[in-house]
């Protein structure tokens, strides 16, 4: 992390593509001046909004973000959920998700590798900064549900991404874990991850399950 508040998505794509994640809007604000930005309103679903240009003030409803157009900027918003950012290998087509429990469980992911024209062994993906499995408390029915929904291949990989909690009935989710197993499942292995945790680190990240009230992380990724 540099000191301007921005993290820059690390991973190996090609060189027109930008991505980072900013960790206050000051920063996001300095990045973006000379760029469109386009947001989206964010419903914990799986809609993929596909962005051919910047409409001022539409925020249509979606959880994902994919364009193939140079200069337009797609922006998610997270404070514990994980941002998941996609691009093919020859740098043509890019995404950004938001994905908690609900929108990965709802299939988000799936949905924007529906979008791209490249096969899943053609995208690279890198994981922004979550709630690690550290910090990230849920109830039985999230884990019932993942496993209800994983297939006899992903199963056991499923319910290894829960540890008991140490209250009864409550588990640590690994969300990185169980979006890793569901990009495998749906073709992506090229896949790298921050390992960061928001809650963990309250001098860089924000974090809903600590703070409440809090401030967001952008993650943009664009095509030059
Ligand atoms: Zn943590």
Redesign the pocket.
């Given at each position: 992390m540099n000191n301007k508040g921005l993290i820059k998505a690390d991973w190996s794509v090609p060189a027109n593509i930008g991505a980072v994640v900013a960790t206050n809007q000051r920063a996001a604000n300095e990045l973006l001046q000379q760029k469109n930005v386009q947001w989206v309103q964010q419903v914990h679903g799986k809609n993929v909004y596909k962005l051919d240009s910047v409409v001022e003030n539409l925020k249509p409803k979606a959880d994902a973000i994919y364009t193939q157009v140079p200069n337009m900027v797609c922006g998610i918003h997270t404070a514990d959920c994980l941002p998941v950012f996609f691009s093919d290998q020859k740098g043509c087509e890019i995404a950004v998700a938001h994905a908690g429990w609900r929108g990965l469980a709802a299939g988000v992911l799936e949905n924007t590798l529906e979008c791209f024209k490249a096969q899943g062994d053609q995208i690279t993906v890198w994981f922004g900064p979550a709630?690690?499995p550290?910090?990230f408390e849920v109830g039985e029915e999230v884990r019932d549900l993942y496993l209800q929904q994983a297939s006899s291949s992903t199963k056991a990989s499923t319910a290894s991404a829960f540890i008991p909690g140490i209250k009864s009935g409550k588990w640590m989710a690994d969300l990185y874990k169980l979006a890793q197993i569901r990009l495998n499942h749906a073709g992506v292995f090229n896949i790298s991850s921050s390992g960061l945790?928001t809650?963990?680190d309250s001098q860089n990240f924000y974090s809903y399950r600590r703070d409440k009230e809090t401030g967001r992380l952008s993650s943009l990724i664009w095509l030059n």
């Open positions: 709630i690690g550290c910090h945790c809650y963990c």
